[in-house]
């Protein structure tokens, strides 16, 4: 799977990328840039120079800065969100998948009612019970998208259970956990790759979208939603100032998707 996936020059260039923008989040206090929160009011929606290659804001903030530091709210936090995620919705899929009866019965009843409301009506309204803040934000991607996790991992733990090693399995008397972990959870592990880095973009999306709304990062920190929500005032008299955070979230997006893309066709075995 590794050698096709380095094959494929898409996939390559979107795992550069996205390692490079992360190495610059973790590295972002020890780069040579300006302070992301000083303010300096006589030097407000200055154009690109060599103080500020791509300008400053409405408050005189230097735009760069506030990008690169930007990258830790923005994408290390949906990074968290997806895996927090992940691991509740694939521990309650394999139970309910394995062990079917009334176990499934009430997990999936739960994931229908989680699932039959809009995911962005779910999460502005448990925001808004939650009040303001990042951590509400992740709470509530998490509450909402586990279910959906749920119920895909469910249908394939379904699928897997009706392979002969995993019959060999429980007739043989093999314990219940051995089976989960040793042969289930391996076999849902790759399609939990794809939707997880497919997913990735769509939390990134979320998060700032609820941050532009003013209910996730709050100011003075910089993160890539929040920025725009503040440029969207002087976007006539500066629009580099919604240019480049847009133009970000745009790139990250784009970069998970097509890596989620090009994951799908490497652990697809139809693919030559």
């Not at 804001?57 to 530091?69: A, E, I, N």
């Not at 998490?142 to 002969?164: P, Q």
Request: charged fraction near 15%.
């Amino acid at each position: 799977m590794l050698r096709r996936l380095l094959k494929d020059k898409s996939a390559v260039a979107c795992i550069a990328f996205i390692f490079v923008v992360m190495a610059a989040g973790l590295l972002a206090d020890t780069i040579p840039l300006n302070n992301p929160n000083k303010v300096n009011v006589l030097a407000k929606l200055q154009p690109p120079s060599s103080a500020y290659p791509l300008g400053t804001d409405h408050l005189g903030r230097c735009t760069l800065s506030r990008l690169v530091h930007g990258i830790r709210p923005t994408i290390f936090l949906s990074l968290l969100t997806m895996c927090c995620t992940i691991a509740l919705g694939s521990a309650v899929g394999l139970l309910s998948g394995y062990f079917r009866g009334r176990v499934d019965e009430v997990v999936m009843r739960v994931c229908d009612m989680m699932l039959s409301f809009p995911s962005q009506v779910m999460i502005l309204a448990v925001v808004g019970v939650l009040g303001p803040g990042m951590m509400n934000v992740v709470a509530a991607n998490i509450l909402i998208k586990w279910a959906w996790y749920a119920r895909m991992i469910r249908s394939s733990v379904i699928r897997y259970g009706e392979k002969g090693y995993v019959l060999f399995s429980r007739v043989a008397g093999t314990g219940g956990a051995f089976i989960v972990f040793r042969h289930l959870l391996p076999g849902v592990a790759s399609e939990l790759l794809v939707l997880a880095s497919l997913d990735t973009g769509w939390v990134i999306l979320n998060i700032s979208t609820l941050s532009f709304l003013g209910l996730g990062v709050q100011a003075p920190t910089a993160e890539w939603g929040a920025m725009l929500n503040e440029a969207k005032d002087v976007m006539v008299r500066a629009p580099m100032q919604m240019f480049v955070p847009g133009v970000a979230i745009m790139t990250v997006v784009a970069a998970f998707n097509m890596l989620g893309d090009s994951l799908r066709d490497a652990l697809d075995p139809k693919t030559v």
